[in-house]
Nanobody, 121 residues
Framework: QVQLVESGGGLVQAGGSLRLSCAAS????????MGWYRQAPGKQRELVAH???????NYADSVKGRFTISRDNAKNTVSLQMNSLKPEDTAVYYC???????????????WGQGTQVAVSS
């Protein structure tokens, strides 16, 4: 069974850092874009950052200059280095991967279970 498993969430003081990691496992033919989304209470889920298989990145304006997304194509992992964290970064962070599982099948989005990030002031 294909799954995405996040790790690295937790509680950190404002100004601190966390590194989130996500590993895709199972029978996977190919992974296109991988990314991180977050959802704060009462808010819609929003894109934090994503990265293509070739390494092109996009970031939400709110995290530019503070967060860095990276991936290891050989290991099917994606990470999010979060520096200079702010209380408004508090949210559940979800790993996303656009993956093809079989020849003849389309790429589809898959989601991790989410990991909590809490930033105290």
């Amino acid at each position: 069974q294909v799954q995405l498993v996040e790790s690295g969430g937790g509680l950190v003081q404002a100004g601190g850092s966390l590194r989130l990691s996500c590993a895709a496992s199972g029978s996977i033919l190919s992974i296109n874009v991988m990314g991180w989304y977050r959802q704060a209470p009462g808010k819609q889920r929003e894109l934090v950052a994503h990265i293509t298989s070739g390494g092109s990145t996009n970031y939400a304006d709110s995290v530019k200059g503070r967060f860095t997304i990276s991936r290891d194509n050989a290991k099917n992992t994606v990470s999010l280095q979060m520096n200079s964290l702010k209380p408004e970064d508090t949210a559940v962070y979800y790993c996303n991967a656009n993956m093809k599982l079989r020849y003849g099948s389309p790429y589809r989005d898959y989601w991790g279970q989410g990991t909590q990030v809490a930033v105290s002031s």
